[in-house]
């Protein structure tokens, strides 16, 4: 495993995490059932969306990390290897 895929995998970690609690909280917090029914059914949406969300944020995360990478490697890795 790559120092880069490590990386990926700690930061899409704790950002999939922090999505997905937060979707999950707003969509509980900002409901208001009153039968069991649909208190199952906003815990249910606010675990799916909530881990859509999370999804995503991995997608966008990657795609930052991979950026941030190729920017370093044009940018500091090729240029000190051109003035050395």
Known sequence: MTKTEIAKRVVSGLVMF????VVKQVI???TS?????ERIAVI???????????DA????TDDKIDELIAWWTKNVTEKSQVSV
């Open 44 to 54: 249910i949406a606010g675990h799916v969306l909530g881990a859509i969300a999370a």
């Open 28 to 30: 509980q917090n900002s």
């Open 33 to 37: 059932a009153t039968t069991i029914s």
């Open 57 to 60: 944020s991995k997608v966008w």
């Open 18 to 21: 922090s999505t997905a609690s």
